[in-house]
């Protein structure tokens, strides 16, 4: 049981030594140290933590993988994006960062509905809900970068910057969406593909972790693309 425990929480340890890496490189980089990056850094560590609690609280554990994605995620965005400024380094930084956000989003909505019996969905319901779920995260990752604007006179959604070049004011935000969406069609064609040609990718990222759903992208046919009931 605690070598169980231990292999869940891994990523998250992996997370938070990242974290303190990181904050080591900007302590020593940074022209002006202030203490919102490190805010940043340790509260998003425990991110990765959240799969492992849920399968410690509710006793169904979720793919390991899942809360590697979420800590290689955290690393990508928060540690150098954020942190080491890589999105001023690299212009495509935060574009590639969206799109993976909603590939990675849809992932993670898709294991929570096959743990909680969404895998009985019809397909075409369960892809709306990932897709829709995921656009929904997207949004309040925005409302959080407008709070960070609004009340501690950071320009996260460049509007400042968008001004200056004569762009629309939204501009950064609509791009970030129109991003996370190309993410999120790139899920459902792997989806798709994946369905139709063995679901190799489902059965290795659910198989050794989700003895419930053998088949968690396979939705079992419903009349009339009707969302069966579950016991």
Known sequence: MEKRIVRDFC???ISMFLAVVTAVAYSLTAEKIQALPYFQLFGSALVPAITALFGQITKKRLPAAISYILAAHVAFSIYMGTVLRFYDRFEAWDMIAHGVFGFVGCTIASAFMVRWRGGNMHVAGFLLVAALSTMGAGAVWEIFE???DTFLGMDTQCVQKAIAEGKSPVSDTMEDIIITLAGITAFVVTFIVDRFTGEHIAKAFFG???????KPFVAP???DGEIEKND
């Open 208 to 214: 050794k972790t989700d003895r419930i759903a053998a």
């Open 221 to 223: 046919p419903a009349p």
């Open 11 to 13: 990523p998250f340890f």
């Open 146 to 148: 407008y709070c960070c």
